[in-house]
């Protein structure tokens, strides 16, 4: 089966009121993406190529946030592949755009999940209220969809903040035995010590499914290089499958993705950090 690589990029902005969307596809790009659990924000590096010189002038113009400081300049990252599924990546703010000197010319993009919020100013307070309806509230406060897969059913007398918008996922964390991340666009939050339970929706990995070489264990779980896959995200379990190292099989959390991508180059691929069952 021939499973052709899809791989573009989205730049979202404001216009005098209008949403404008460039989308950049067939093109030679390349990049990096960094997604964790916790407070951590994700971040991606990418480089695009085979732009004419206008467009170059143009995009570094369109992109960069120093012009039109106010106006948000949104990156979103789709890759996968055409047969077996591709989705978004990546979605964050673009703090930097500068094109490389001639003749080779690439547009290098670094952008930052929640850059903005972390610049935005906040008071912020709420009473008698279950840590599922104050996660809620924070997804709403940072124009995040949410995601609460904890068991948790406490109820805090109180929370009260003082900062940046992106500082409420860190003050939330200080909560005990849930952890609140952003991921991909979702705000999330999960147990910190979680036992697995059996679901249809762990992903199997092996040397049948798109593992490469063999998992590399460390003293909390283990590390896994894979072939590119969108639908895998933080949070998520999966079970390991080795032929040749079998003491890494079982399940694991992930708490870690990292994606190296290209349109026309070798790599493309997913570097995953997972814990084992049980871990903080």
């Not at 085979?50 to 948000?72: F, R, W």
Request: aromatic share 10%; charged share 25%; proline share 3%.
């Amino acid at each position: 089966m021939n499973n052709t690589r899809v791989c573009f990029v989205e730049i979202e902005t404001i216009d005098n009121g209008t949403k404008q969307l460039k989308q950049l596809d067939g093109l030679a790009i390349k990049g990096s993406v960094s997604r964790k659990m916790g407070s951590v924000a994700a971040e991606a590096k990418v480089s695009i190529a085979n732009l004419k010189k206008s467009d170059i002038e143009y995009l570094s113009t369109y992109t960069s946030p120093y012009v039109n400081a106010k106006v948000k300049k949104k990156i979103n990252i789709y890759a996968g592949y055409e047969e077996t599924g591709w989705g978004r990546i990546f979605t964050g703010y673009i703090f930097k755009a500068l094109p490389s000197d001639m003749p080779d010319t690439w547009l290098h993009i670094e952008a930052q999940s929640l850059f903005y919020e972390k610049r935005v100013p906040l008071t912020y307070g709420i009473n008698n209220v279950t840590t599922q309806d104050l996660g809620k509230s924070i997804a709403d406060t940072l124009g995040l969809d949410f995601s609460w897969q904890s068991e948790s059913q406490k109820t805090l007398n109180a929370f009260n903040f003082s900062g940046s918008k992106g500082g409420l996922i860190r003050e939330f964390n200080k909560i005990d035995n849930i952890t609140m991340f952003e991921d991909n666009g979702v705000l999330t939050v999960i147990d910190k010590k979680t036992e697995y339970k059996k679901t249809g929706n762990t992903k199997l990995i092996s040397k049948d499914t798109g593992m490469i070489g063999i998992p590399q264990p460390d003293d909390i779980g283990v590390s896994v290089t894979t072939l590119l896959d969108p639908s895998i995200k933080c949070g998520d379990w999966v079970q390991i499958q080795s032929v040749k190292l079998p003491i890494c099989n079982g399940y694991y959390q992930v708490y870690e993705l990292n994606f190296d991508f290209a349109s026309r180059e070798q790599q493309f691929y997913n570097k995953i950090k997972a814990k084992k069952a049980g871990i903080l």
